[in-house]
């Protein structure tokens, strides 16, 4: 089996396990929301819930000032176990439109450059500085090896390390860090992560409809003429995230919006992204991260060298599944809460 095939077996069938939890997700968050009750979800009230639910988490950037990032940041490093001293790194605060976060190794890990894009402050603003300082505590655990690696894409996958760096993205909005460290209440820490964690489910889903018919179209690239591109599209949409498009048209509209410049490797890397991320989230834990012994489980994974999203599954014995994402989901839905 190749592994575009085994690819879309794989999500294919957590598509499957998963619709009814998704399809409840989706009326929670509208009702919640105050939004109108449909009778059938179509595609644009499928992603007009996801811009919703991005709006949701405006209410809380007073919470997250731009003068206590680094604070922050250096001491959450330091509970969980990382002797990782910020101001070693090469760190550019810029303002470009919040567009241009990057970190670059330039000599790692010697010599590790961030450039953090930051007009303001707020929840997306912690999450660009976590997801890149992600990326730099990564690369400083890298030897000559790993670094010539990096520096050859076809040696070292971006999944592997963008799904590490949205583990570290993704620690802020546990409870217990939103408590002790931007003073959320409990039932605002859980409304903000189900406003996140909805949201980031909403787009994996997307990604993996668009993977699948990016697969498919790859496959039978003559076999979808006269209007079958549309229909296909449309099928997939009911198929794996229970949206009833009528026209093929409007699908094809939103999803060429949705992946300009993205290729089958843009929706596939995605996908595999949130896999090792919430893979390594639970491996051997509890799903919990934001505690003192997270350094002594990832250094071996971050210093191991791994060539390939495949390498990564090999290390930590897991087989080629997705169902840690919607362990992650569940985390802030759980069933008895969902009507």
């Known amino acids: 089996m190749s592994i575009s095939d085994a690819f879309d077996t794989a999500v294919a069938r957590f598509a499957d396990r998963n619709r009814d939890f998704l399809q409840r997700m989706i009326r929670q968050l509208r009702e919640d929301l105050g939004l109108?009750?449909?009778?059938?979800?179509?595609?644009?009230?499928?992603?007009?819930?996801?811009?919703?639910?991005?709006?949701?988490?405006?209410?809380?950037?007073?919470?997250?000032p731009m003068e206590d990032w680094r604070r922050i940041a250096q001491d959450t490093f330091s509970k969980c176990g990382f002797q990782f001293?910020?101001?070693?790194?090469?760190?550019?605060?810029?303002?470009?439109?919040?567009?241009?976060?990057?970190?670059?190794?330039v000599d790692a890990p010697e010599h590790i450059v961030v450039i953090l894009d930051l007009p303001q402050g707020g929840v997306q603003a912690y999450r660009h500085i976590f997801h890149e300082l992600g990326h730099a505590l990564h690369y400083s655990h890298f030897g000559p090896t790993e670094y010539r690696m990096l520096r050859n894409p076809d040696l070292m996958e971006r999944h592997f390390t963008e799904g590490i760096a949205?583990?570290?993205?993704?620690?802020?909005?546990?409870r217990r860090w939103l408590r002790e460290n931007v003073g959320l209440s409990g039932d605002e820490a859980d409304k903000l992560r189900q406003a996140v964690i909805g949201a980031e489910a909403l787009n994996t889903m997307w990604n993996i409809t668009l993977a699948r018919f990016e697969i498919e179209?790859?496959?039978?690239?003559?076999?979808?003429?006269?209007?079958?591109?549309?229909?296909?599209?449309?099928?997939?949409?009911?198929?794996?995230?229970?949206?009833?498009?009528?026209?093929?048209?409007?699908?094809?509209?939103?999803?060429?919006?949705?992946?300009?410049?993205?290729?089958?490797?843009?929706?596939?890397?995605?996908?595999?992204?949130?896999?090792?991320?919430?893979?390594?989230?639970?491996?051997?834990?509890?799903?919990?991260?934001?505690?003192?012994?997270?350094?002594?489980?990832?250094?071996?994974?971050?210093?191991?060298?791994?060539?390939?999203?495949?390498?990564?599954?090999?290390?930590?014995?897991?087989?080629?599944?997705?169902?840690?994402?919607?362990?992650?989901?569940?985390s802030a839905f759980p069933e008895g809460e969902l009507s």
């Open 166 to 174: 949205c583990l570290f993205e993704s620690l802020i909005f546990e």
């Open 36 to 64: 109108q009750t449909v009778r059938k979800l179509e595609l644009f009230h499928y992603v007009d819930l996801g811009m919703q639910l991005d709006k949701c988490t405006w209410q809380y950037n007073a919470r997250f």
């Open 217 to 330: 179209m790859y496959r039978n690239p003559t076999a979808y003429s006269n209007g079958g591109m549309g229909r296909l599209l449309c099928s997939l949409l009911s198929e794996t995230l229970g949206v009833e498009e009528d026209s093929p048209t409007v699908a094809l509209n939103f999803a060429a919006n949705m992946v300009v410049h993205q290729s089958v490797k843009g929706a596939v890397g995605w996908v595999l992204k949130m896999a090792v991320r919430d893979s390594l989230r639970y491996h051997h834990h509890d799903g919990i991260i934001y505690k003192d012994d997270l350094a002594g489980r990832l250094r071996p994974i971050m210093s191991g060298g791994h060539r390939s999203w495949i390498d990564f599954f090999h290390l930590i014995d897991c087989e080629f599944n997705f169902d840690s994402m919607a362990r992650y989901w569940r």
């Open 85 to 105: 001293d910020l101001g070693r790194l090469d760190i550019h605060v810029v303002d470009f439109g919040g567009v241009r976060n990057k970190v670059y190794a």
